[in-house]
């Protein structure tokens, strides 16, 4: 068996396309009704993610932090 360090350099030659061919080829052969490792998903349920879009003052802290990191630069 080849570790993924060992595959990593061939992996890095690739072209775009291939590599994006490499991507779906591994997606389709994950199957995670099969998968004995630790999942943290699971399938068909809904997760609710917590984002800046959506809380109130967000915008105004995030556009303060970044005026202040273009005043340290």
Do not use: C, W
């Amino acid at each position: 068996m080849v570790t993924l360090t060992e595959l990593l350099p061939n992996i890095h030659e690739l072209s775009y396309l291939d590599k994006v061919r490499l991507i779906r080829i591994l997606a389709e052969d994950l199957d995670v009704s099969k998968n004995q490792e630790q999942t943290y998903f699971e399938p068909y349920k809904t997760y609710y993610l917590h984002t800046p879009q959506f809380e109130a003052g967000a915008a105004a802290i995030l556009m303060q932090a970044l005026a202040e990191a273009s005043q340290e630069n």
